[in-house]
């Protein structure tokens, strides 16, 4: 859907080699002039566009402020929609070739993806600075004047006493903290606050461990440790380095803010019936809970539990989850693939060739190539930017539906500042290649991650990737299920194989495979199938076999880790015959019928194992007719022992109830204690 009616393109005083009419073919709509400068000698032709009140897309970023001032001036409703067309597209070398790409990214702004839930935060304004030194307590006056800020001192030596008491001051070592924005919780030791009476050195009360406390936002300049792991997704929580002022002043002025009810986007939805972590206490697939970076995601028994307070939308549970339980949805699966079709479909049209996707975090990316614009030779014509919140939600399906939809490479541009958290995405780009390695479609590798802080070795990269034609453009809806997108991604990458393989093999831990059966070892117990999430194995109700249909398994092992007898084998691979979608019979036996009602209820190796152990040889199943007993049914058995004269359901003889009469006679000696026994009949 568009959301807007008039596209207002500016040249940047000429700094870009722009043609109207190519540019308006090729984004099918009226470019209704190429300015030279908008923002300041052609500002009028925007304010006339704005008091229209249409909709408008504005080809300028830097600008974008100006722009909103103007139309909040000037008392407009319309929607207004920057993007960024001279650092993607014109700042470049091959800024005569940017037509086709300025298109694509004009089409990316009309994209509208599903809005995410929002989560409603309360911040109460309660501020814990975490520190020492001079810098430490100038910051804690700077954001008393907004919050309400305690300073607990990491260390107590070179700070010198304020003459007033602008903030509480303690002393202390956080060796425990939790929660998230709004809703933190600390706990202390060497816990003591500052005596009043004081003089001329810091005098501290009496310590103690063990002290607790809450607050909505923390400023950790005690240069330790940080209090959280994956510390830059925490929101609420600012960890800065006390000796840069510029830095201690950016944390503040956001910290200031940070008081009130905010709307925080819930980024993944999580399904717990499909979840395949554990059964019974049997461990199964734990991709999340190692690739989380910010510990949003515990464990709690069969399941797992994601805090939406603590999660910073990396993304990376969302690209291992091999199920699917797991869910980004800023922006969905969905959303990611079909914008992309949109921007390959309008960049072909518009005449580009050869298109590769960059895939980047929106303002580490941004920042990126706008220094590669600015300073070096711009992204090459061919590289279409697309600005994500987190490049880590990508995952092989993901990449694998870009080269199915015509992109000829896709790079994930990352945050080099986060390259310990790659290990999720690092394993989803190897999958991706070996999937289209297995289909002789990637005779260089198509996906690539791209993590380094110098823009120099970045541009280089960029220009210097391998030329790799693209595959026939095959869009197609990424409705349903992670797996259902993935399967249909698959079989349309397979229709473009020239050797069009039935199975390919594929990395350990790949979510798609086989289970190889010891069938010498195979009791047919049939505890694998109750603890399959994904209903891969099924048993056969009144026949001993185990069926299995090869799409629906995840590879998560729980059966492997549940069966008793250790029969079962995990195969990573991707089958495209019609036989991996049916269920197939993986091992089965001969039943064994009751010999008193015919019934089967057992498969006849068993029966015959157990008689063979124990029938002759075992006190229970001494002579023929206590051995008969293992070869009946559970019903029939029961009523064999209960007709037999050996039966261990008998009581013993009880004795019948006295009567008056009986203790009369008692008295006078005509009974004894065996006249009180019933026999039994």
Same mark, same amino acid.
């Given at each position: 859907?568009?959301?807007?009616?008039?596209?207002?393109?500016?040249?940047?005083?000429?700094?870009?080699?722009?043609?109207?009419?190519?540019?308006?073919?090729?984004?099918?709509?009226?470019?209704?002039?190429?300015?030279?400068?908008?923002?300041?000698?052609?500002?009028?032709?925007?304010?006339?566009?704005?008091?229209?009140?249409?909709?408008?897309?504005?080809?300028?970023?830097?600008?974008?402020?100006?722009?909103?001032?103007?139309?909040?001036?000037?008392?407009?409703?319309? $929607?207004?929609?920057?993007?960024?067309?001279?650092?993607?597209?014109?700042?470049?070398?091959?800024?005569?070739?940017?037509?086709?790409?300025?298109?694509?990214?004009?089409?990316?702004?009309?994209?509208?993806?599903?809005?995410?839930?929002?989560?409603?935060?309360?911040?109460?304004?309660?501020?814990?600075?975490?520190?020492?030194?001079?810098?430490?307590?100038?910051?804690?006056?700077?954001?008393?004047?907004?919050?309400?800020?305690?300073?607990?001192?990491?260390?107590?030596?070179?700070? #010198?006493?304020?003459?007033?008491?602008?903030?509480?001051?303690?002393?202390?070592?956080?060796?425990?903290?939790?929660?998230?924005?709004?809703?933190?919780?600390?706990?202390?030791?060497?816990?003591?606050?500052?005596?009043?009476?004081?003089?001329?050195?810091?005098?501290?009360?009496?310590?103690?461990?063990?002290?607790?406390?809450?607050?909505?936002?923390?400023?950790?300049?005690?240069?330790?440790?940080?209090?959280?792991?994956?510390?830059?997704?925490?929101?609420?929580?600012?960890?800065?380095?006390?000796?840069?002022?510029?830095?201690?002043?950016?944390?503040?002025?956001?910290?200031?803010?940070?008081?009130?009810?905010?709307?925080?986007?819930?980024?993944?939805?999580?399904?717990?019936?499909?979840?395949?972590?554990?059964?019974?206490?049997?461990?199964?697939?734990?991709?999340?809970?190692?690739?989380?970076?910010?510990?949003?995601?515990?464990?709690?028994?069969?399941?797992?539990?994601?805090?939406?307070?603590?999660?910073?939308?990396?993304?990376?549970?969302?690209?291992?989850?091999?199920?699917?339980?797991?869910?980004?949805?800023?922006?969905?699966?969905?959303?990611?693939?079909?914008?992309?079709?949109?921007?390959?479909?309008?960049?072909? $049209?518009?005449?580009?060739? &050869?298109?590769?996707?960059?895939?980047?975090?929106? *303002?580490?990316?941004?920042?990126?190539?706008?220094?590669?614009?600015?300073?070096?030779?711009?992204?090459?014509?061919?590289?279409?930017?697309?600005?994500?919140?987190?490049?880590?939600?990508?995952?092989?399906?993901?990449?694998?539906? *870009?080269?199915?939809?015509?992109?000829?490479?896709?790079?994930?541009?990352?945050?080099?500042?986060?390259?310990?958290?790659?290990?999720?995405?690092?394993?989803?780009?190897?999958?991706?290649?070996?999937?289209?390695?297995?289909?002789?479609?990637?005779?260089?590798?198509?996906?690539?991650?791209?993590?380094?802080?110098?823009?120099?070795?970045?541009?280089?990269?960029?220009?210097?990737?391998?030329?790799?034609?693209?595959?026939?453009?095959?869009?197609?809806?990424?409705?349903?299920?992670?797996?259902?997108?993935?399967?249909?991604?698959?079989?349309?990458?397979?229709?473009?194989?020239?050797?069009?393989?039935?199975?390919?093999?594929?990395?350990?831990?790949?979510?798609?495979?086989?289970? &190889?059966?010891?069938?010498?070892?195979?009791?047919?117990?049939?505890?694998?199938?109750?603890?399959?999430?994904?209903?891969?194995?099924?048993?056969?109700?009144?026949?001993?076999?185990?069926?299995?249909?090869?799409?629906?398994?995840?590879?998560?092992?729980?059966?492997?880790?549940?069966?008793?007898?250790?029969?079962?084998?995990?195969?990573?691979?991707?089958?495209?015959?019609?036989?991996?979608?049916?269920? #197939?019979?993986?091992?089965?036996?001969?039943?064994?019928?009751?010999?008193?009602?015919?019934?089967?209820?057992?498969?006849?190796?068993?029966?015959?194992?157990?008689?063979?152990?124990?029938?002759?040889?075992?006190?229970?199943?001494?002579?023929?007719?206590?051995?008969?007993?293992?070869?009946?049914?559970?019903?029939?058995?029961?009523?064999?022992?209960?007709?037999?004269?050996?039966?261990?359901?008998?009581?013993?003889?009880?004795?019948?109830?006295?009567?008056?009469?009986?203790?009369?006679?008692?008295?006078?000696?005509?009974?004894?204690?065996?006249?009180?026994?019933?026999?039994?009949?």
């Amino acid at each position: 859907m568009e959301n807007s009616t008039r596209c207002l393109v500016c040249n940047c005083e000429k700094t870009m080699p722009l043609d109207e009419k190519k540019l308006s073919k090729a984004i099918s709509q009226d470019v209704e002039k190429i300015h030279i400068s908008l923002c300041r000698t052609q500002l009028a032709s925007y304010e006339e566009a704005i008091k229209s009140g249409d909709d408008l897309t504005i080809a300028c970023t830097q600008e974008a402020p100006l722009f909103q001032e103007v139309a909040e001036e000037l008392g407009s409703n319309s $929607n207004l929609n920057f993007i960024n067309i001279r650092e993607f597209a014109g700042w470049s070398k091959e800024s005569n070739k940017a037509t086709p790409k300025i298109a694509a990214l004009l089409t990316n702004e009309k994209y509208q993806a599903k809005p995410a839930r929002l989560k409603s935060i309360i911040s109460d304004g309660m501020c814990l600075i975490y520190g020492s030194g001079e810098a430490a307590l100038e910051a804690a006056r700077i954001l008393s004047e907004k919050l309400s800020v305690t300073l607990l001192l990491s260390d107590a030596e070179e700070f #010198v006493l304020p003459i007033t008491g602008e903030v509480p001051i303690y002393r202390g070592d956080i060796i425990k903290a939790e929660g998230s924005f709004g809703n933190f919780s600390i706990t202390v030791d060497n816990y003591a606050p500052l005596r009043p009476a004081a003089r001329n050195t810091l005098d501290f009360a009496v310590a103690r461990n063990g002290a607790t406390s809450n607050c909505s936002l923390i400023l950790d300049m005690s240069g330790n440790a940080p209090l959280f792991s994956g510390y830059q997704h925490r929101d609420g929580y600012s960890r800065v380095d006390a000796g840069d002022p510029a830095a201690v002043l950016r944390e503040t002025i956001k910290l200031s803010e940070m008081v009130g009810e905010f709307e925080k986007p819930i980024y993944v939805d999580y399904n717990q019936d499909i979840c395949a972590h554990s059964r019974s206490q049997k461990q199964g697939c734990n991709k999340c809970l190692d690739v989380c970076p910010a510990g949003a995601i515990t464990d709690i028994g069969d399941t797992v539990e994601i805090d939406s307070g603590i999660c910073g939308g990396c993304g990376s549970c969302n690209s291992v989850c091999p199920t699917g339980a797991i869910n980004y949805q800023y922006p969905t699966r969905t959303d990611i693939i079909s914008n992309s079709q949109n921007i390959l479909a309008t960049y072909n $049209n518009a005449g580009g060739k &050869d298109p590769i996707l960059l895939i980047h975090e929106e *303002l580490s990316g941004f920042e990126m190539i706008s220094a590669i614009a600015r300073y070096g030779e711009g992204l090459p014509a061919n590289i279409i930017p697309l600005g994500i919140h987190a490049v880590t939600t990508f995952g092989h399906i993901e990449i694998t539906s *870009l080269i199915a939809s015509g992109a000829a490479q896709v790079i994930l541009l990352t945050n080099p500042l986060r390259s310990d958290e790659l290990s999720g995405l690092e394993k989803e780009v190897e999958l991706a290649n070996s999937i289209l390695d297995g289909l002789g479609l990637n005779n260089q590798a198509r996906a690539h991650i791209v993590s380094e802080a110098d823009p120099q070795i970045v541009e280089n990269t960029l220009w210097n990737l391998s030329d790799i034609k693209p595959l026939k453009s095959d869009s197609f809806n990424a409705l349903g299920s992670k797996r259902e997108i993935g399967r249909l991604t698959f079989s349309k990458l397979h229709e473009q194989s020239k050797t069009k393989p039935q199975v390919i093999a594929l990395p350990l831990q790949a979510p798609y495979g086989k289970l &190889d059966i010891n069938q010498d070892a195979c009791t047919l117990c049939m505890a694998c199938t109750s603890s399959c999430p994904t209903g891969a194995i099924t048993d056969t109700p009144g026949e001993p076999k185990l069926r299995f249909t090869q799409s629906a398994c995840v590879q998560c092992g729980l059966c492997a880790n549940t069966c008793p007898e250790k029969a079962l084998t995990l195969i990573p691979q991707l089958d495209f015959t019609p036989a991996a979608m049916q269920a #197939v019979t993986l091992y089965e036996e001969e039943p064994f019928e009751c010999i008193n009602c015919g019934t089967a209820f057992a498969t006849k190796s068993t029966i015959e194992r157990i008689s063979e152990q124990l029938a002759g040889k075992h006190s229970m199943f001494e002579d023929e007719e206590r051995s008969n007993l293992i070869k009946m049914c559970e019903n029939c058995r029961v009523e064999a022992q209960a007709n037999s004269s050996n039966d261990p359901f008998a009581a013993g003889s009880r004795p019948r109830p006295r009567t008056t009469e009986d203790y009369i006679a008692a008295e006078k000696g005509d009974l004894t204690a065996s006249d009180f026994l019933i026999e039994d009949d």
